[in-house]
T-cell receptor, first 116, second 111 residues
Framework: GAVVSQHPSRVICKSGTSVKIECRSLDFQATTMFWYRQFPKQSLMLMATSNEGSKATYEQGVEKDKFLINHASLTLSTLTVTSAHPEDSSFYIC????????????FGPGTRLTVT | QQQVKQSPQSLIVQKGGISIINCAYENTAFDYFPWYQQFPGKGPALLIAIRPDVSEKKEGRFTISFNKSAKQFSLHIMDSQPGDSATYFCAASAGAQKLVFGQGTRLTINP
């Protein structure tokens, strides 16, 4: 149990375009979803926390107008990178919690974004 | 105070040996301490977690030791195998709040 999927697994886009990444909890209802960014050989950096039906809470320094997060249902959250630039190239990972009321966060497989 | 400090940054262990990774925290509100295993190009996978009401938790070859007074916790991997070669992250949270991650340890198990 506790499976989280992400789509797409990798995406290449041109500078100035927008990219949407989906995160789904497949076998539990995720009351909270988190979006992280990870640079090579570094730790995970939390970007934002989203609760179903509420506006996302962004970490300091994360541009909310650039990284749009929607958590419309208990099984789906989306991250849209708007007007992407090469410096947005990174590994984006979502996680979900809420299954059986525990504290556990289960991570998706990640999405590799490359902006050319 | 929100930091979790992890050491060592990298670790090489012979097959069959014990791998030990340490973490320290400052925030006494933290009450959930998970360890994650991450392979290259993959998302982190929850390995084992502990709450502060116990000093040790074991699952198979993986053991968490927790020292509340010292505000430290560690991961022990017994009989380390080449397949255990990965990056390991400790983390901490206060309840169901956001996780604070350590810097990661790149573990290599030599055959």
């Amino acid at each position: 149990g506790a499976v989280v999927s992400q789509h797409p697994s990798r995406v290449i886009c041109k500078s100035g375009t927008s990219v949407k990444i989906e995160c789904r909890s497949l076998d539990f209802q995720a009351t909270t979803m988190f979006w992280y960014r990870q640079f090579p050989k570094q730790s995970l950096m939390l970007m934002a926390t989203s609760n179903e039906g509420s506006k996302a809470t962004y970490e300091q320094g994360v541009e909310k107008d650039k990284f749009l997060i929607n958590h419309a249902s208990l099984t789906l959250s989306t991250l849209t990178v708007t007007s992407a630039h090469p410096e947005d190239s990174s590994f984006y990972i979502c996680s979900a919690s809420g299954g059986s009321g525990g504290y556990e966060q289960y991570f998706g497989p990640g999405t590799r974004l490359t902006v050319t | 105070q929100q930091q979790v400090k992890q050491s060592p940054q990298s670790l090489i262990v012979q097959k069959g040996g014990i791998s030990i990774i340490n973490c320290a925290y400052e925030n006494t509100a933290f009450d959930y301490f998970p360890w994650y295993q991450q392979f290259p190009g993959k998302g982190p996978a929850l390995l084992i977690a502990i709450r502060p009401d116990v000093s040790e938790k074991k699952e198979g070859r993986f053991t968490i030791s927790f020292n509340k007074s010292a505000k430290q916790f560690s991961l022990h991997i017994m009989d380390s195998q080449p397949g255990d070669s990965a990056t390991y992250f400790c983390a901490a949270s206060a309840g169901a709040q956001k996780l604070v991650f350590g810097q990661g340890t790149r573990l290599t198990i030599n055959p």
